[in-house]
């Protein structure tokens, strides 16, 4: 079945970079577009990135120019680098995955943003 697993979150301090990993199995990976996705505390589910199968990405308007989607086909893995953080970040980041069955989603990870 579809899997995703989210890792890399964590604390940093404003202005800070965290790099977010989502490990995909069960899946084509070469065949499947990426996306993630952020939740803050009272707040709905809002998209952050999205990879398309040839590479080509997608930023909200809050990221751009900060937060960098990639993906390794070697290692089944979709990446979130987030540079110049900010409080506004905090959030649980989730990795999804649409595939004819329906979107999947990972149990995301916290990254908080202390100021």
């Known amino acids: 079945q579809v899997q995703l697993v989210e890792s890399g979150g964590g604390l940093v301090q404003v202005g800070g970079s965290l790099r977010l990993s989502c490990a995909a199995s069960?899946?084509?990976?070469?065949?499947?577009?990426f996306a993630w996705y952020r939740q803050a505390p009272e707040k709905q589910r809002e998209f952050v990135a999205s990879?398309?199968?040839?590479?080509?990405?997608k930023y909200s308007d809050p990221v751009k120019g900060r937060f960098t989607i990639s993906r390794d086909s070697a290692k089944n893995t979709v990446y979130l680098q987030m540079n110049s953080l900010k409080p506004d970040d905090t959030a649980v980041y989730y990795c999804?995955?649409?595939?004819?069955?329906?979107?999947?989603w990972g149990q995301g990870t916290q990254v908080t943003v202390s100021s």
């Open positions: 999804s995955v649409d595939r004819p069955t329906g979107r999947y």
């Open positions: 069960g899946i084509a990976f070469n065949f499947a577009a």
């Open positions: 990879i398309s199968v040839g590479g080509f990405s």
